[in-house]
């Protein structure tokens, strides 16, 4: 989470003071709110250059406010933050933009914006607007916080390619890129291991990663846990 944390602010200290828009494409649940928790924090410590944070996602904003309605579900330190204001999901530069109206004008704002916008890969939603508006603007930048599968957007982006269609439209790539590890949500293969050494399965059907990930992990378990793991094809039956 340091190297997370120290590239979050590398993104913003290069793009915000340049008067570019930082676009953060991200989910609904739980990741928009870890986003907006680390942009606090800097906020908080005077680290975090005048701007505006724009949550432009009509899920994430309705999932922001039920996570606000329920501070009592936190742990202590997450009760103590939330009991006044300002706090996370309320701070001064924290705005949110929940009708297509609103989503639209954020890009005819003076520059120099924090746009945090599903989908998280880039597959959808309000964030395609904005890297229409703003992926071929070398000031600008996109820091994904959220793993980019093969063949979405997202991953193309990260892979380097120099152009992507949007809308139908050729879009250059000359926005600045990021990309961050400390916010995935998956567990890494030990902690699979050792979940799949207490449950005792007789056999495994694996389903979900990349072919190569999961035919490596698959290897793994015969190998180490001496446990039959079948990699699943698309189309393929399986009885049961």
């Known amino acids: 989470m340091e190297e997370t944390v120290a590239e979050f602010r590398e993104a913003i200290e290069t793009v915000i003071p340049d008067n570019g828009n930082l676009l953060i494409p991200t989910f609904a649940l739980e990741r928009a709110q870890e986003v907006l928790y680390e942009l606090y924090l800097l906020w908080t410590a ?14 994430a904003i309705s999932t922001t406010r039920v996570f606000a309605r329920h501070p009592d579900d936190f742990d202590a330190e997450g009760q103590e933050l939330f009991s006044s204001s300002p706090n996370p999901f309320d701070f001064t530069p924290l705005r949110f933009s929940q009708t297509t109206d609103e989503s639209k004008e954020i890009n005819k ?35 994904f916080v959220g793993y980019q599968a093969v063949g979405t957007l997202g991953r193309r982006i990260v892979d380097g390619a120099e152009r992507v269609r949007i809308f139908g439209e050729e879009i250059a790539v ?13 567990a890494d293969q030990p902690i699979l291991l050792d979940w799949i050494r207490r449950a005792s ?13 999961l035919d490596a992990f698959a290897e793994r378990i015969r190998q180490d846990l001496s446990l039959d793991a079948h990699v699943a094809k698309l189309g393929e039956t399986i009885e049961v």
């Open 46 to 59: 005077g680290e975090l250059p005048r701007c505006r944070i724009f949550l432009d996602s009509p899920l």
């Open 174 to 186: 000359a926005a600045h890129v990021w990309t961050t590890n400390g916010f995935s949500s998956h």
């Open 109 to 143: 704002k003076s520059r120099g914006n924090v746009i945090i916008a599903g989908s998280g890969m880039c597959t959808g939603g309000r964030i395609l607007h904005h890297l229409r508006h703003n992926l071929w603007h070398e000031r600008s930048g996109v820091l």
């Open 201 to 213: 399965p007789k056999r495994l059907i694996l389903v979900h990663g990349e072919d190569d990930v």
